[in-house]
C-alpha cells in the first residue's frame, strides 16, 4: 500500500509539473504571438488615424481621431498605386514559378544517386551559401553584362534560385522518393524528364509549395533589388513604393504635374505618416490572405525537407 501511495504521489507530482509546463509554454506562444500582432495592429491604427491626432498625439494602439483619409489618398493616387502594385504581381508570379521549376529541377538532379557531376554541383549550390561574390560583382552581372538595368527581370533573375532552397528540395527528394519508384518507371521506359513531371512532382505538393511561399514572400517583400537596378518610377514595385516613402515623404508628389495640381498644394494636403503606414497594410493584407490556404503545405515540406536525410 506504501509503494502504492508513493507511485500515485509522483504521479500527481508529475501531472502538475507537465500542466505548469504546458501554461508556461502557452504563456511563451502568446506573448510570441502578441510580439508578432501588436506592431501591425499599430500599423493599422496609425493609418486610420487624422494626421492632426498623430502630430498632436503621436502613435496610439487605439486611434484617438479615426479617419480614412489616407486610404482616400492612396485610392486617389489610382494610377501610381494600380502600377506599382502590377510590377509587384508580375514580378511575383512570374518569379515564384520560375523559381519553383529550377530549384525543384535542380534539387531533383542533385538528389539522383547516380548522376555523375552531383559531387561537383553540390559543392556549387553549398558554396555560395557560405561565400559570395559581393554586391559590386552582382551589380556588374546584372547591370553591365546581362543588361537587366531598367528591366522588370532584374526583379525576377536575381532572386529565382537560392542555395538553401535547392538544399531543401534535394534532401525531400531524396528522403521521400524511393529509388525502386524511379527505378521501375526506368524499367518501364520512361525518360527523366517524363519521371519528374509525370511521377515526382505530383507527389511532391509538400515541397512545392514550401518553395513556392519562401520564393513568393520574397518577390512580394523585396525592395533592394529596385533599389539597385530600377531607375524608371514606371518600374517601381509596391515595396519600392513605400521604400521611397520611408526614405522621402514627398516621393508621391513627384506626379503632381500630371494631376493637374501644384507641387507645394499636393505636398500640404498629403496624409504624411498615414500614409506610410496604409500602403504597408495594402503590401500586407494580400501575403495574409494567400498564407492560410499554403500553410499545411508549407509546415509538412519545411520539416521533411529541413529535418530528415
Not at 102 to 116: E, F, I
Amino acid at each position: 500500500m506504501k509503494s502504492r501511495a508513493a507511485y500515485e504521489s509522483g504521479l500527481d507530482r508529475f501531472n502538475r509539473i507537465g500542466t505548469v509546463t504546458n501554461w508556461t509554454f502557452h504563456l511563451i506562444f502568446i506573448l510570441l504571438a502578441l510580439a508578432c500582432l501588436v506592431p501591425v495592429l499599430v500599423v493599422l491604427s496609425i493609418s486610420l488615424t487624422s494626421e492632426d491626432s498623430i502630430r498632436h498625439d503621436g502613435y496610439r494602439l487605439i486611434p484617438a481621431v479615426f479617419s480614412g483619409e489616407a486610404y482616400q489618398y492612396i485610392a486617389r493616387q489610382g494610377q501610381m498605386i494600380t502600377r506599382a502594385l502590377g510590377v509587384s504581381v508580375l514580378v511575383t508570379a512570374v518569379g515564384t514559378v520560375l523559381g519553383v521549376v529550377l530549384t525543384t529541377s535542380m534539387g531533383y538532379v542533385l538528389s539522383r544517386p547516380n548522376y555523375k557531376l552531383k559531387g561537383l554541383l553540390t559543392w556549387v549550390v553549398f558554396i555560395p551559401m557560405v561565400f559570395n561574390g559581393g554586391l559590386v560583382s552582382s551589380y556588374y552581372i546584372n547591370s553591365n553584362l546581362l543588361g537587366l538595368k531598367d528591366s522588370v527581370w532584374a526583379l525576377i533573375l536575381p532572386l529565382a534560385v537560392s542555395s538553401f532552397n535547392v538544399i531543401i528540395c534535394k534532401t525531400f527528394f531524396r528522403s521521400t522518393i524511393p529509388d525502386a519508384l524511379i527505378e521501375s518507371a526506368e524499367i518501364d521506359g520512361a525518360g527523366q524528364l517524363r519521371i519528374y513531371c509525370s511521377l515526382v512532382l505530383p507527389i511532391s505538393l509538400p515541397v512545392l509549395a514550401t518553395i513556392g511561399l519562401f520564393l513568393c514572400f520574397a518577390y512580394w517583400n523585396d525592395w533592394f533589388q529596385s533599389m539597385l537596378y530600377i531607375d524608371n518610377q514606371n518600374l517601381y514595385s509596391l515595396q519600392a513604393l513605400l521604400n521611397s516613402l520611408m526614405s522621402n515623404v514627398d516621393a508621391l508628389a513627384k506626379n503632381a504635374s500630371s494631376m493637374g495640381i501644384s507641387y507645394a498644394e499636393l505636398v500640404a494636403t498629403m496624409p504624411k505618416e498615414s500614409a506610410r503606414m496604409a500602403v504597408a497594410i495594402v503590401i500586407v493584407v494580400p501575403v495574409a490572405i494567400v498564407y492560410p490556404f499554403f500553410q499545411r503545405y508549407f509546415i509538412s515540406g519545411l520539416t521533411v525537407g529541413a529535418v530528415k536525410g
